[in-house]
């Protein structure tokens, strides 16, 4: 079956520009994560969503990061006015969160700010 | 927070080799995972282990939640398996908490 998918797999911005990540969740999963991967913080947690619930946000560095998640399926991850801190390999995960909580990571969005 | 401690950092071996990859953490935790990130940067998922020992091909792996710790297993190691493995933990639904990883080289 298909994984999960991540969009675009590479971005270039300019600092200071808005950019918008894409996820797409294996079919079903209702649990869905966002991490990133830098040289200097290796993997760390953004946020988190469940179901109906109230995302779990206490992983986001800044107001300027943001999520949401539309009808328990695709999620976007925006980042306003990008630094080059921001750099980093973005990367969602799911999980069915039935029979354990074993989670399944996309290929990653590799984000590059100039 | 829950802290995790992977070692060795970096590990070079012959092809052919066996290897054992260590993770440790500081809580208890009822979910512990093993990844092999590819050159590519693909997380691979290869065990979902929070207690037990399982084998899959090559691999094994054991976690003793009791001891707070886990190893990874390589036998007959191939060039194949080079890369970053990963173990994460964490409990009930939350986030994973990523070691640093051990970074692995299997020379031809």
């Known amino acids: 079956g298909a994984g999960v998918s991540q969009s675009p797999s590479n971005k270039v911005t300019e600092k200071g520009k808005d950019v918008e990540l894409r996820c797409d969740p294996i079919?079903?999963?209702?649990?869905l994560y966002w991490y990133r991967q830098s040289l200097g913080q290796g993997l760390e947690f953004l946020i988190y969503?469940?179901?109906?619930?109230?995302?779990?946000k206490s992983g986001l560095p800044s107001d300027r990061f943001s999520a949401e998640r539309t009808g328990g399926s695709v999620s976007t991850l925006t980042i306003q006015r990008t630094q080059q801190e921001d750099s980093a390999v973005y990367l969602c995960?799911?999980?069915?969160?039935?029979?354990?909580?074993?989670?399944?990571f996309g290929p990653g969005t590799r984000l590059t700010v100039l | 927070g829950i802290q995790v401690e992977q070692s060795p950092p970096d590990l070079i071996l012959q092809e052919g080799a066996n290897s054992t990859l260590r993770c440790n953490f500081s809580?208890?935790?009822?979910?512990l995972q093993w990844f092999h990130q590819n050159p590519w940067g693909q997380l691979i998922n290869l065990f979902y282990?929070?207690?037990g020992t399982k084998q899959n091909g090559r691999l094994s792996a054991t976690t003793v939640a009791t001891e707070r710790y886990s190893l990874l297993y390589i036998s007959s190691s191939q060039t194949t398996d080079s890369g970053v493995y990963f173990c994460?933990?964490?409990?009930?639904?939350?986030?994973?908490?990523f070691g640093k990883g051990t970074k692995l080289t299997v020379n031809p």
């Open positions: 282990i929070p207690s």
């Open positions: 994460a933990v964490g409990r009930g639904s939350e986030k994973l908490v």
């Open positions: 969503f469940q179901g109906n619930s109230a995302p779990d």
């Open positions: 995960a799911s999980s069915p969160q039935r029979e354990g909580n074993e989670q399944f």
């Open positions: 079919s079903g999963h209702t649990a």
């Open positions: 809580d208890s935790v009822n979910n």
